[in-house]
């Protein structure tokens, strides 16, 4: 939403605030985040942050703990929403 109308900010931000989201407004708030396609671009961050974290745990030697935590960013961002 960061780069979405003024008025969209403000209804993402109010919808945050509020705890008793009406259904007209959820579903504003949904078609906006499929019009903008938010959710593959915060899908494809994910992807990238995965990436390196999977890097990062290659330095170590390989056992089963480390087999372990390279399962997890791949299962993150590949399971079922």
């Known amino acids: 939403m960061r780069d979405g109308e003024p008025r969209h900010r403000d209804l993402v931000r109010d919808a945050l605030r509020d705890t ?3 259904a007209s407004k959820r579903d504003a708030i949904l078609q906006l985040v499929r019009e903008s ?3 593959e671009q915060v899908l494809s961050k994910a992807h ?3 990436m390196k974290a ?3 745990l ?3 030697p ?3 703990a480390q087999t372990a935590l390279l399962s997890i960013p791949e299962y993150i961002v590949e399971r079922d929403r």
């Open 20 to 22: 008793n989201l009406s």
């Open 37 to 39: 396609h938010t959710a």
């Open 48 to 50: 990238d942050y995965a």
């Open 54 to 56: 999977i890097e990062c």
């Open 58 to 60: 290659k330095d170590f």
């Open 62 to 64: 390989a056992c089963e």
